[in-house]
């Protein structure tokens, strides 16, 4: 009786069609465009948004380091911003460490 069964499948595997080497693909396709929608694409959008505004840096801007530290901008130089965190203190950082400006004191006259 169990040879009977094992012939018996090979007969219905034989019949099943096969699938097209396209469809064996969809699911591929399909996940890449959740990960790209996901977290490629805000990624690269947030980026984009820091590089603009480390390009609109200037002088007096108040700012904060991704370390932690906040500082006035004293001097830009290349990738080189010198912050001024204290009265006589004052430290150079390089500008792609900066996270935000906290405030800029063209926005406080303006927000007047």
């Known amino acids: 009786m169990m040879v009977l069964a094992f012939a018996q499948n090979a007969e ?14 969809v699911p591929i396709i399909l996940i890449f465009a959740i990960f790209y929608f996901v977290l490629i694409r805000p990624q690269k959008k947030s980026q984009r948004e820091h590089v603009m505004m480390l390009d609109a840096l200037k002088k007096n801007d ?21 912050l001024r965190v204290d009265d006589n203190t004052r430290i150079k950082v390089e500008k792609g460490f900066i996270s935000k400006i906290r405030r ?6 303006e927000a007047k």
């Not at 800029?104 to 006259?109: D, R």
């Open 12 to 25: 219905t595997q034989a019949a099943v069609p096969q699938q097209s080497p396209i469809m064996s693909f």
């Open 104 to 109: 800029s004191p063209g926005a406080l006259e």
């Open 62 to 82: 108040e700012v904060t380091t991704s370390g932690g530290i906040a500082g006035t901008i004293v001097n830009i130089q290349n990738d080189v911003v010198t």
